[in-house]
């Protein structure tokens, strides 16, 4: 009978180890307390977790409440279970005009103030290129307003779009401009799209740099403004904007810890994380439901490390485990990224981030692992979804960027190796947009028996790589190779 036992294992795939690991995984998992957490964090009386929202309180207390409860202890240097941030939020004005020409702009419907003061009156224009250093010899521009094309010729993603956008608006006040104007002419990215999420409420970290110029983005698909200024067609802009209200607002990364079991291997952690934000309150939908709860993105993820922190806090293993509920991942990755620069445990003694994320799943067979072939835990990460009659496989999807879209590109640009442990699904179709971002994202709309398997596997993954002797590391070739040999002191 040993033998046939044995012969059964191998048939199904995983090895004696992690059949024992499974076992240990589901006789301490509380598929009630799981789901209990799950319909609290995706319920209405969070209101969708916006980092800028009075009910984001509601959820850090209650991640925080249950982290004690597990015996889970406080990192040194933080605030109880908190990592306070200092975020800025910068609300756009309701109402605003810009003439150009024989075309009037308004705010949202074809312009966004984007930063700056108020500012009326009538001004000489001045065209500039893209509005980089080399654009300004020979220009006099004190006094005018400059305009642009959006973004540089090798730099459009949103992350550059918005970096240049400071640095352009820097350079226009150093050179004695009144105002900056960038033209949108991206039509790939539809001008609804962008002027809804920039016309609504912004976080970011750089309180107290915004600048007083104001600067404005202008509907110009075809480039047909943007060319009038250049030939002198057009020589003057009446504007009439109200600038943007600042208001300095505290954020809270939630984190916690437990000390590894090994002499030789507890100094170095595994960091566990989910963003536990999500995007608030929204257009109706079809019910008139305006509350974005977020199951899926990232109740899902914050109760699956809330699970690992249970199970971890009875049953440690050989590394220690930090975990980590990142706030303002919607708001462009924030609270990881302060942490990136701000870390409260060393960044070269976390040695692994088992992030999750995720929009949602259209395959409940499968686990989606961002990053799964490009670190040595390739093996252990689909092992562990195996053992649950799960199968782990690769980003489907690779024209999202979503490795660099997510907190776990965070610690990678650091050079820790950092997939994202996502629900599954083959690409972004129209199961995923049916959820993605959209007040339909319930808690009743899920495959909890498929949830359930997910966060098993989620443990057990942890579990398997928190053990292994030989450090995890990126495989060669990776665009991360190289600074996490710098980061951990490799040859």
């Known amino acids: 009978m040993k033998n046939v ?9 995983f090895s004696t180890s992690t059949f024992a690991q499974k076992k240990k995984v589901e006789k301490r998992f509380d598929r009630d307390e799981a789901e209990a957490h799950l319909t609290y964090l995706a319920s209405d009386e969070l209101m969708g977790r916006d980092p800028a929202r009075p009910e984001m309180q509601l959820a850090i207390d209650y991640i925080s409440g249950e982290l004690e409860k597990y015996g889970v202890m406080q990192v040194p ?45 009538s001004f000489e224009l001045v065209d500039l290129g893209y509005g980089l250093e080399e654009d300004y010899e020979g220009k006099e521009v004190k006094g005018k307003v400059v305009v642009t094309n959006l973004g540089a010729p090798d730099q459009m993603s949103p992350a550059a779009l918005m970096a240049l956008g400071r640095k352009k608006t820097a350079l226009a006040a150093e050179n004695g401009a009144i105002a900056l104007i960038e033209m949108y002419n991206i039509p790939s990215i539809p001008w609804p799209l962008i002027a809804n999420y920039l016309s609504s409420d912004q976080l970011s970290l750089d309180q107290g740099s915004k600048s007083d110029l104001p600067y404005l983005w202008v509907k110009d698909l ?30 809270q990364n939630i984190l916690g810890w437990i000390e590894g079991t090994d002499k030789n291997l507890k100094d170095e952690f595994i960091m566990l994380s989910a963003h536990y934000d999500h995007v608030g309150v929204g257009n109706p939908d079809a019910e008139g439901d305006t509350i974005y709860n977020g199951a899926r993105d990232n109740a899902v993820g914050t109760v699956s490390v809330l699970n690992a922190a249970k199970y971890f806090a009875k049953r440690p293993p050989k590394r220690s485990v930090l975990f980590a509920l990142w706030t303002a991942e919607e708001k462009g990755l924030l609270g990881s990224a302060y942490f990136a620069e701000n870390p409260l445990i060393p960044l070269d003694k976390i040695i692994y981030n088992l992030n999750i994320d995720g929009a949602g799943y259209n395959d409940t067979s499968i686990i989606t692992v961002i990053g799964l072939t490009r670190t040595s835990e390739q093996e252990k990460l689909a092992e562990a979804a195996k053992a649950f009659g799960l199968e782990a496989i690769e980003d489907q999807a690779p024209e999202q960027g979503l490795f660099d879209r997510s907190d776990n590109v965070s610690f990678a640009k650091k050079g820790i190796p950092a997939p994202t442990f996502s629900l599954g699904f083959t690409a972004f179709d129209d199961e995923i947009s049916k959820y993605y971002h959209k007040a339909a994202d319930e808690v009743d709309s899920m495959d909890m028996d498929y949830v359930v398997k997910y966060w098993k596997a989620y443990i057990l993954a942890a579990e398997s790589i928190a053990n292994t002797q030989i450090q995890p590391f990126w495989l060669s070739g990776d665009k991360y190779e190289e600074v996490g040999k710098e980061l951990y002191g490799l040859e």
């Open 77 to 121: 240097g933080a605030d109880g279970y908190a990592q306070i941030i200092p975020f800025n939020l910068s609300s756009p004005p309701k109402s605003g005009n810009l003439k150009m020409g024989p075309e009037t702009y308004s705010q949202k419907e074809s312009m966004l103030v984007l930063d700056g003061k108020s500012l009326s009156g």
């Open 222 to 251: 075809k480039s047909e403004m943007k060319n009038s200024v250049a030939k002198g067609d057009v020589k003057k802009a009446d504007l009439d904007i109200q600038g943007k209200i600042q208001k300095p607002i505290e954020g």
């Open 5 to 13: 036992f044995l012969s059964l294992l191998i048939l199904v795939g």
